[in-house]
């Protein structure tokens, strides 16, 4: 009986690498947490003799896992059609900044927060072909073996050498940003904070990339612009306009996957997680503010 409860923790132990597996394949928390759900759920259905027989069930979770993610990729550029406007991955709290204190059961506690869920490269992954993708992430960012990516792709692991490979430059092609120190990125940040709280196009247009680019999701739950905002100008006055037409925006600091962002919260209620990518010069060069309730639901027990 101990040996049966010390292998069932052992395979329940995996749940966390299982989360953060499928949330940079999927980029969707409750994608995500459905992959490993339904992994899980064939793994219990699998007759005891045959679990048995498994030598490494994290190893056969990880590969069940990233065939759902490759299956749950090839539908989802047909649902991202019909998506009302820009479709943006879900923006990952700090749990430990929001004074939280996990308790297993939301995907978003499981995630190891770094540079792999950083907003700018969740963008490119979505640019790939699934089969890209899956041999990318399992690679490049879990360093598993390309024989294993092969059982998971279907393919010869020179194949999977290749999709990664192609993965890579699309990763390297992509405008990325610039090696800016975490105080750098966090200064800048503040500055558009305080810009924004003031009204203050001028400052903002300063702020901003003549050439910066915003993107909102807002997934046709609320009103948000359909497309990208282009120019530093015209991003001042579209974020100027929202704080118009919403009094008592207030604009929090806070962690987004992994790096210096802004919370809008209007009446206790999480209204907008905003990412940013700063260049060299402490510029920012886009932003990427996710609207949509659905997305939103990690941060709603900020306190």
């Not at 010390?6 to 409750?30: F, H, K, P, T, W």
Request: include cysteine.
């Amino acid at each position: 009986m101990g040996a049966a409860g010390a292998g069932i923790d052992a395979v329940a132990g995996e749940r966390r690498q299982l989360i953060n597996v499928a949330y940079r394949l999927l980029g969707s928390l409750a994608e995500a947490e459905d992959a490993v759900q339904e992994a899980y759920a064939r793994w219990y259905a699998l007759p005891r003799s045959r679990r048995d027989e498994i030598l490494s069930p994290g190893g056969w979770l990880t590969t069940v896992t990233g065939r759902i993610c490759l299956d749950v990729l090839g539908s989802a550029r047909a649902r991202r059609e019909r998506y009302v406007g820009a479709w943006l991955p879900d923006p990952l709290p700090d749990r430990a900044e929001w004074g939280l204190v996990s308790e297993g059961g939301d995907p978003a506690d499981q995630m190891v927060l770094d540079e792999s869920v950083a907003m700018a490269l969740l963008v490119v992954l979505e640019s790939m072909t699934p089969a890209e993708r899956v041999a990318f992430v399992l690679h490049d960012v879990f360093r598993y073996p390309f024989a294993e990516i092969a059982a998971i792709l279907g393919r010869t692991p020179a194949a999977c050498k290749q999709l990664a490979a192609s993965a890579r430059r699309r990763v390297r092609d992509a405008p990325g940003p610039a090696a800016v120190a975490g105080d750098g990125r966090a200064e800048a940040v503040r500055r558009v904070k305080e810009a924004w709280e003031r009204k203050d196009i001028a400052a903002l247009i300063d702020l901003l990339d003549p050439a910066a680019v915003m993107t909102a999701d807002g997934g046709g739950l609320v009103g948000t612009v359909l497309r990208p905002v282009e120019g530093g100008a015209r991003i001042a006055q579209y974020m100027v306009a929202i704080a118009d037409r919403a009094p008592g925006l207030e604009l929090l600091e806070r962690s987004v996957n992994g790096a210096p962002g802004l919370v809008a919260r209007r009446g206790g209620t999480v209204m907008t997680v905003a990412s940013f990518d700063v260049d060299g010069d402490g510029l920012i060069t886009r932003i990427w503010a996710v609207r949509n309730p659905e997305k939103l639901r990690p941060w709603l027990r900020d306190s």
